[in-house]
């Protein structure tokens, strides 16, 4: 399929590196591309960034079946751009798809088509240390119609956004609370695909644990509310004596890249490595023991994300006495290397653009 490119007449001023937030502001152009029955995916084309026309009664709008991606482009000291395992993340937004009755798409074909978009957006790469450009691919169900069956038609594209870094303040502990209220997900639903439902889903718990002056939800399994699941919208890790922990993947878990990433870092360094089901007792147990060393959030947005404190039930758990632990911060960097182009990149994570 040959994709078709129309330019902006007018293009926008970029931002000042240092001054950049998240998800606020857009590039010049978008990618776009259509699926119906009688074609398939059709007319694959760049156009400038702009509003989706949709019916009032388009379904996206109504029974939420629509999945996307998250990723990023980063650029490197001398000036190339390049992304983190693009592969990866195109693999998991046609699983995402399956599970939502969604066609699938041509793997290899959106990673040209998403490199050429960015070949066009290029100046739109901030160079600032830890900045990057955001990647969002999606795709939704078009079909004017009420009624709850799957979407004949759909369109994908992939918008781009400039984001700035996201430990401005530097690389600090977040606190965190245990939520037995809420689940995000269950097992044999739809919590191990990036589908729009499962962050509305996670809202009210948000809300409430911000009130109460924490930063991130930690979710407990929909079944019994005993396992760890993940954090936020980050996959979670332990340090439990000399074990880097993390929840088995179970169906309800989001498969993150990140996660995948710290695991086969892990094992490459040598450290004991385990993706089994972890309870929140152990966890508490594990502290009154002096054994919990550290905890981490994992995900594309953050990298790493140390945990300082949790709330479960009342009772806190201080960890690693406010500061950084020291696999927490080894991972970043490791990680950031590779993205940024500073580190070797052994693993063969990189794509350039
Ligand atoms: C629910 C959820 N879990 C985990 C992750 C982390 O995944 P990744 O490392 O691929 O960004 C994300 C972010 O995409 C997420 O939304």
Redesign the pocket.
């Known amino acids: 399929m040959e994709i078709t490119i129309t330019t902006a007449e007018s293009l926008n001023a970029k931002p000042a590196p240092d001054r950049l937030g998240f998800g606020t502001l857009f590039t010049d152009h978008m990618f776009n591309m259509d699926y119906d029955p009688d074609q398939g995916w059709h007319q694959p084309r760049i156009e400038p960034y702009g509003p989706i026309g949709m019916d009032p009664s388009t379904m996206v709008l109504h029974y939420g079946q629509g999945v996307f991606?998250?990723?990023k482009a980063y650029r490197t000291a001398d000036g190339r751009i390049q992304l983190f395992r693009p592969q990866?993340?195109l693999k998991?937004l046609n699983k995402s798809s399956r599970m939502l009755c969604i066609p699938e798409f041509d793997e290899s074909f959106l990673l040209e088509a998403l490199k050429k978009l960015l070949q066009l957006e290029k100046d739109w790469v901030p160079n600032a240390p830890e900045t990057s450009l955001y990647i969002r691919p999606t795709i939704i169900a078009m079909d004017p119609f009420l009624g709850v069956r799957a979407s004949h038609t759909y369109r994908f594209f992939i918008i781009l956004s400039p984001v700035g870094a996201y430990y401005p303040e530097g690389f600090n502990p977040i606190k965190i609370q245990v939520t037995r209220e809420h689940v995000?997900a269950v097992r044999g639903g739809v919590?191990e695909a990036?589908t729009l439902g499962?962050?509305a889903a996670?809202l009210l718990a948000g809300d409430k644990a911000h009130q109460a002056g924490y930063t991130q939800v930690l979710w407990l399994d929909g079944i019994e509310q005993k396992y760890v699941e993940?954090v936020?919208?980050?996959?979670i890790f332990f340090v439990i004596g000399d074990e880097l922990i993390t929840p088995a993947l179970n169906g309800s878990?989001?498969?993150?890249?990140?996660?995948?990433?710290v695991l086969a870092l892990g094992r490459k360094w040598g450290l004991t490595v385990s993706e089994r089901q972890i309870s929140i007792d152990e966890v508490v147990n594990a502290h009154e023991a002096g054994l919990l060393k550290e905890i981490f959030g994992?995900?594309?947005?953050a990298v790493i994300s140390p945990v300082g404190e949790l709330n479960y039930d009342g009772q806190i758990l201080q960890v690693g006495g406010g500061s950084v632990g020291p696999l927490s911060q080894k991972l970043y960097q490791a990680i950031t290397e590779i993205q940024y182009g500073a580190g070797d990149d052994a693993m063969g994570w990189v794509e350039p653009v």
């Open positions: 991606e998250g990723l990866e993340n998991r995000r919590g990036k499962n962050y996670s993940e936020g919208s980050m996959n878990i989001l498969p993150g890249i990140t996660r995948d990433s994992s995900g594309t947005a």
